[in-house]
């Protein structure tokens, strides 16, 4: 069965750029099955905003004067994160801040 659509239409790539490509991304994500929860999803909100702060590099000192908390809180708060993270330091905690994150396609 022949379609009605012109040729150059039947084979059209959509891009970013089109009016349709927000309404495409949302179905696609609609259809794909969900991922498994974030590890992060363990934290407090609080929690992760301490982890972001850390991802940057700050000490316990400078993200607690951030938060306006005492570096003692955010070093608890650090050994919290590790703990429910199950990591051991800084390093393996994910210097870019995005332990356990999937990025969802670009909208």
Same mark, same amino acid.
């Given at each position: 069965?022949?379609?009605?659509? $012109?040729?150059?239409?039947?084979?059209?790539?959509?891009?970013?750029?089109?009016?349709?490509?927000?309404?495409?991304?949302?179905?696609?994500?609609?259809?794909?099955?969900?991922?498994?929860?974030?590890?992060?999803?363990?934290?407090?909100?609080?929690?992760?905003? =301490?982890?972001?702060?850390?991802?940057?590099?700050?000490?316990?000192?400078?993200?607690?004067?951030?938060?306006?908390?005492? $570096?003692?809180? =955010?070093?608890?708060? =650090?050994?919290?994160?590790?703990?429910?993270?199950?990591?051991?330091?800084?390093?393996?905690?994910?210097?870019?801040?995005? =332990?356990?994150?999937?990025?969802?396609?670009?909208?």
């Amino acid at each position: 069965m022949r379609s009605s659509c $012109p040729s150059k239409a039947r084979n059209h790539v959509l891009l970013e750029s089109e009016p349709a490509w927000r309404q495409f991304i949302e179905a696609l994500n609609d259809f794909l099955p969900a991922g498994p929860p974030s590890r992060l999803d363990i934290l407090t909100a609080r929690e992760n905003e =301490v982890l972001e702060l850390l991802a940057r590099g700050l000490d316990n000192e400078a993200i607690a004067k951030q938060l306006g908390s005492s $570096p003692k809180t =955010v070093r608890n708060q =650090v050994s919290t994160i590790f703990s429910k993270l199950e990591v051991k330091s800084r390093v393996t905690s994910g210097h870019d801040g995005t =332990v356990g994150r999937c990025p969802p396609f670009p909208q």
